[in-house]
Structure formats: C-alpha cells, structure tokens
C-alpha cells in the first residue's frame, strides 16, 4: 500500500455558491486525499495529470483493495475523524448500500457529470457516486507459445493445455464469483466444469496471472485483466477482450467527513472529465467514451449485480468452485 500524508491537515466546510467558489476554495485547502483500489500505474498517471491541471493543490493516494479500505472509510465515517477525501470502490454491494444510505458521502456538485456523453442518469448514484472507470477482463495468452492467439475462450479449452491455463480463485470475492457466472452464461453451463478438468494453474488475483502469462509459467488465460503495461514492457503477451466482455466498475465518492471538501468537489470532477478519463486509460473502460488507450466504454461491460451477489451466494459457490478445481 502507497499512502500519502494528505497534506493541509486541517478540515474546511464546503462552500455555497457557484462552482468558480468551490474550486477557489479548493485552492484554499490546497491538498486532496485519495483512497483508491486502482491499479498503481493508474493512480499514478492521475497524480501526474492532476498536478499539470492544478499544481496549487496537491492530491495524494492511499492504495489498497476494498478490503483495506472500506472499513478505513467506514471508520471515519462514524467517528467523524476523516482522512479520505474521495474513496474510489469496487465492491457492488458496499456501493449499493452506501449509495443508498447517503450517510457516507456528499452530493456531487462537478459539472462533468451533467455531460450527454457520460450518461448522468446511469453513471450517478443518488447524486453520491460516480461512474469512473471498469476494469475489465480479458482473454491472455504468451505469445511465444500461442503465437496465433486466441477469438473465443473456448478456443482455450483444448488438451493440449492441460497445466498450461493460469486462472483467479474466486473465493470469498464476489466480483470473481459473477465472472465465473459470466462464463457459464455466455459459453455454455459446461464452461467452467470443462475449464477445470484442465487442471489449471490457480492464483490469488489477476496480477499473478499476467506476470505467469509474461514469465511463461502458463501460456493462456481467460481471467486476466487486459496485459496493456506488460506488452509495453515488451513482454511477450498479448490480449483481447472476449465478446460480450465482463468487467468490474470502479464508483467514486465524496466521503461524508472529506478533510477537504471542496478540493475532494474538484477532483471527483476532473476524474470524470476528458482530461480525468485519458490519464485513467490504461487497460481499463473509461467512462467517457472515446478515450484514447480504453479497452472499451464502461457502459457496454456487463458488470456484476450486487442483487444476486448476497453472501450467502459467494459462499456457496466459492465452496463449489474449490471443490471443483482443487479436488
């Protein structure tokens, strides 16, 4: 985890007024502080954007997955001691519950989410939450191996890869749950039973798979997140995203007790705009569409349905998923 000190320490009201109000006030506060479940090199590319647009406000991030930091969030939240100014989360059921709620967060007030082209009315959640970005899966593979690559993840399910397949355990993660639903929903009920008569090789996330595919520990995969930062190292992968493609989406929000509130207004904003979205682009669905480098529109990735994702449901088929591939 990459934490940041958050800078200005101190905590301001957010103003009344226009929107030229809140981003003079935001100057005032001078600093802004970011909880993210993103990628580092995106993270990262955003900072790096962000001081270029605003180099009299200084934005730093802690990263970690949403185990780390929802609690963190939730902690602020009742003890009324914040230290996030934005919290960027994957996890559809806290952001449901959240959402709904409003007791976590503040309600929008950035122009770039009334943009036609962000589609308000499907990207904001109770004037709370925000649409940025999806992460989306893809089909990998280590060209070495399969030179020719892969169309179809069926295509993957041939002898001659037995032990050779990398995949992500789902167990106890609700995303990864959905996406193994998403393989039987859209190559056959067999999909994944045939998957694992296959003995694939099981990681813990789907880093751990990209750098197998990159080292040529495996040789393919259909639970890899697009390889964008491995090729461009020139490792010898490549990777394309299956037809229709599956995808987690990533919602932002205000935190209800922001040290910052006005700078937390300001880049909640910028995260959505053209600017925001282009510096986000690497191997992710972006919000906007027509960002350069996105692997896609975010609102075109089926996402998981935090509906059906009850706990009760993980457990169940995590426990059928282990007993089915670790047998």
Known sequence: ??????????????????????????????????????????????????????????????RGTDADLNPRVETENRTGRGTADVHIVTDAAWIATAAESGSYSQVLRGPNRERPEY????????????????????MGWNT???????????????????????????????????????????????????LATLQPRIYPSALGVSQALAS?????????QPLVPEKAKGAPVDWVLPQPSWGVPFYGHITATAPHPNAAQLLADFMISPEGQAAQAIG??????????????????????????????VDHSSTEWQQLFQR
């Open 1 to 62: 985890m990459a934490a940041g000190c958050g800078g200005g320490g101190g905590t301001t009201a957010s103003v009344e007024g226009t929107w030229d109000d809140v981003v003079a006030a935001a100057r005032e506060e001078g600093a802004v502080l970011l909880y993210s479940s993103q990628n580092p090199a995106i993270l990262q590319s955003l900072t790096e954007a962000w001081k270029k647009k605003y180099p009299d406000i200084t934005l730093e991030f802690v």
């Open 119 to 138: 589609q308000p009315d499907r990207s904001v959640k109770n004037d709370r939450f925000f649409l940025n970005a999806a992460s989306t899966f893809s």
């Open 144 to 194: 070495d191996a399969v030179p020719a690559g892969f169309g179809d993840p069926r295509e993957m399910l041939a002898p001659k890869f037995t032990g050779k397949i990398g995949v992500v355990n789902p167990a106890g993660i609700a995303s990864y749950v959905d996406l193994y639903d998403y393989f039987r929903e859209n190559f056959g009920d067999d999909y994944v039973d045939r």
């Open 216 to 224: 040529g520990e495996v040789v393919a995969s259909p639970t890899v």
């Open 284 to 313: 992710v669905a972006t919000a906007l569409p027509d960002i350069p480098g996105a692997t896609a529109n975010a609102h075109d990735v089926r996402t998981p349905d935090p509906a059906k994702l009850t706990p009760e449901y």
